[in-house]
């Protein structure tokens, strides 16, 4: 039977290589089921000898696809082997349930390895006690370095940033800072810059390690500071953070406390990461599911998550409903009113959806303005009157072929160029009047963009009909 449980492995192992060698960067079902099976027979070292080729977000990614009972058994079977980086490239609800099921030891240990950003990520989504566990393994200096940062505001730069830098003083040559270098074995693991500091700790610029590698021992270091050089209030938004990195393509920047004395850095794989989320949240948002809808939430969680924004859409269906209704006799006199209508509904939604998130987009990557505003404004009805212009067109034609009644065409033609205006004039002006309210556009946007569309596209269509038609 043992030989069995060899032989079966050994199979599976292979194709999960061959698997992994075919591309993508996705695990395959192959080498999934591998792990599964050797899980299942809980054989440690089988399991150990697979996951040790794969990265630690492939290990998460892992983790994040299994379900709560073999995730468990996985976790607890890999368990000396978890390390403090799978750890961080869990999903915040996943990393809570695996730190459960860690054992102390092991769960120090991760910690210990993780870099001071890492460990307040972790913290700031446990309850109080897990989070007096993960503080009680770390040494003395670094459980002060993690304490102060959670004093900082959430959000904020101080959160962000990590304590371990890199600092030489103004005055010191490249042939110093080598020496600085090699003689110190408490670096960070990766660090960019190293930051130049004036007698009060002011950071006064940064020098990237590849020009002190190739510059003469006897430069000094100011001679070759990057052009570039943003430091980062630690009070400051993460959100505006990311934004700096991304406007001008920073690849580290340190950051001050209020006295502009250097407190840590921030790098740009946390600054990207934060920009990913951002994106991440304004998607699910505009959707209607919340901003931290996930795969593994519960079907409750999930139900509760989206029931608020479908009871809002639910309103403003009914508001629209009441247009409808109030053109009841219209209809009934004409049935091709009734089937022509939720032509012009869906055109108009879909006009204002896209116009919506142009718009949403602008706003957060901040190209969208004050001093562009209406710039942008006159250039998207344009773009929906002449979009109205060519589906009113077109559905004029439809509609005289399909139906035979002229003036029928004319009404849809008009009706189709005024619910395209509108949904171009409502998909701009309502994200930025809901943003200039320091409400966000992504979460509230969809709703009132939809009834404008729906309103205004019916009441044309069935208002020109009354009175054309009848």
């Known amino acids: 039977m043992s030989d069995d449980k060899d032989e079966r492995i050994e199979d599976l192992t292979d194709e999960a290589s061959e698997a992994q060698e075919e591309g993508s960067y996705l695990l395959e079902r192959r080498a999934i089921a591998a792990i599964l099976y050797a899980v299942d027979i809980n054989d440690a070292a089988k399991l150990t000898e697979l996951m040790e080729p794969l990265h630690a977000a492939d290990i998460a990614d892992l983790l994040e696809q299994m379900n709560a009972y073999d995730r468990r058994r996985l976790v607890q079977l890999y368990d000396r082997e978890f390390d403090g980086e799978i750890l961080s490239e869990l999903d915040e609800r996943i990393r809570e349930e695996v730190i459960s099921v860690l054992r102390p030891d092991v769960l120090a240990d991760a910690v210990r390895e993780m870099d001071s950003d890492d460990v307040v990520d972790l913290l700031e989504d446990l309850d109080e006690p897990q989070q007096e566990a993960i503080l009680d393994a770390l040494e003395d200096a670094d459980r002060v370095a993690v304490e102060q940062a959670m004093s900082y505001p959430e959000y904020s730069a101080g959160r962000l940033m990590q304590r371990e830098v890199v600092a030489a003083p103004e005055h010191w040559t490249v042939g ?82 209020a006295d502009d004395r250097l407190v840590g850095v921030i790098t740009i794989d946390d600054a990207m990461a934060v920009l990913d989320d951002e994106h991440e949240e304004d998607i699910l948002r505009m959707a209607g599911v919340g901003d931290d809808a996930s795969l593994s939430d519960t079907i409750i969680e999930a139900a509760k998550g989206r029931a608020l924004w479908l009871f809002v859409n639910l309103l403003t269906a009914i508001l629209a409903s009441l247009v409808i209704e109030a053109f009841a006799e219209t209809i009934n006199q004409m049935v091709a009113l009734a089937v022509l209508m939720p032509i012009v509904a869906s055109m108009g939604g ?97 709703p009132f963009v939809t009834t404008v569309t729906d309103v205004v596209g019916f009441f044309a269509f069935l208002g020109l009909a009354a009175s054309v038609l009848m």
């Open 176 to 257: 110093e800072a080598i020496d600085f270098l090699r003689s110190h074995e408490d670096l960070p693991d990766q660090f960019y810059h190293v930051v130049l500091v004036d007698p009060r700790m002011h950071p006064v610029g940064n020098v990237t390690l590849g020009k002190i590698m190739r510059s003469r021992r006897d430069v000094g270091l100011r001679e070759i500071m990057e052009e570039v050089f943003q430091v980062i209030p630690v009070t400051q938004y993460e959100g505006d953070v990311a934004y700096a990195f991304n406007q001008y393509h920073l690849i580290s920047a340190p950051v001050v406390d």
């Open 350 to 446: 879909n006009a204002g959806t896209q116009t919506m998130t142009v718009t949403v987009r602008a706003l957060a990557t901040r190209d969208l303005t004050a001093q562009n505003a209406m710039r942008v404004v006159i250039r998207e009805v344009s773009v929906g009157a002449l979009n109205g212009v060519l589906f009113g067109l077109t559905m004029a034609a439809v509609t005289g072929l399909w139906f035979g009644v002229p003036m029928l065409a004319v009404v849809i033609g008009v009706a189709m160029l005024a619910t395209q205006v509108a949904a171009a004039l409502g998909g701009i002006v309502i994200p930025m009047t809901l943003d200039r309210f320091n409400i966000d556009p992504a979460l509230a946007s969809g």
